[in-house]
């Protein structure tokens, strides 16, 4: 199976609506999840997609305690791993103290041999379809059903109920805000949003 990709635009950082370069974005066929790589890796090997499972578990729990120690972890083949941290703006050191600084995301950087793995991918144009992005209207009625009925949304959750770029899902997303119908919760990858307490 060949890798799917996209050519698109980003939008004009400037504000002033100038045309930007293509470049190639991967269209995801979907998530793989845990249990399809367990049943994967047990078909190529000797282990039982428990054991795989087990492994995972304790790998995923050992390396959080190691990062949380401060380390760098490196998963041989895989790649590295390490803790970024967040904290209000200062300009000098007096000015903030250890308990205001906290975790903010785990990096990640890609090993040698992964690289080398995926330097030989196949890829495939997409065809190009003519998709009629909803009216904001009728995107405002599918938000309103699904917070309705599940009280959060992401930004991911909004593309694929509305069929929306990103970058209209957060203008879609920050009008609402500014509007007094959504309110915010959480930091980038972990935001959500939600109708408004009362």
């Given at each position: 199976?060949?890798?799917?990709?996209?050519?698109?635009?980003n939008p004009d950082p400037t504000g002033e609506h100038k045309k930007q370069a293509l470049h190639p974005r991967v269209v995801p066929y979907g998530t793989v999840r845990i249990n399809d790589l367990m049943y994967q890796v047990e078909s190529r090997s000797g282990l039982s997609a428990g054991d795989v499972k087990g492994v995972l578990q304790t790998l995923a729990d050992v390396?959080?305690?190691?990062?949380?120690?401060?380390?760098i972890v490196e998963l041989e083949g895989i790649g590295f791993f390490s803790i970024s941290l967040s904290s209000r703006p200062v300009m000098d050191k007096s000015?903030?103290?250890?308990?205001?600084?906290?975790?903010?995301?785990?990096?990640?950087?890609?090993?040698?041999?992964?690289?080398?793995?995926?330097?030989?991918?196949?890829?495939e144009r997409m065809p190009e379809t003519k998709?009629?992005?909803?009216?904001?209207?009728?995107?405002?009625?599918?938000?309103?059903?699904?917070?309705?009925s599940h009280h959060f949304i992401t930004c991911g959750d909004y593309r694929k109920?509305?069929?929306?770029?990103?970058?209209?899902?957060?203008q879609d997303l920050n009008k609402l805000i500014d509007e007094g119908k959504l309110t915010k919760h959480g930091y980038r990858?972990?935001?959500?949003?939600s109708f408004p307490y009362f």
């Open positions: 199976m060949c890798a799917r990709y996209r050519l698109v635009r390396m959080a305690d190691k990062l949380e120690e401060g380390y000015e903030i103290r250890s308990e205001s600084i906290h975790f903010r995301n785990v990096n990640f950087r890609c090993g040698k041999y992964l690289k080398k793995k995926l330097k030989t991918m196949r890829l998709s009629t992005l909803p009216s904001f209207e009728e995107r405002l009625r599918r938000l309103t059903n699904h917070l309705n109920l509305t069929g929306c770029s990103k970058y209209r899902a957060l990858s972990t935001r959500v949003y």
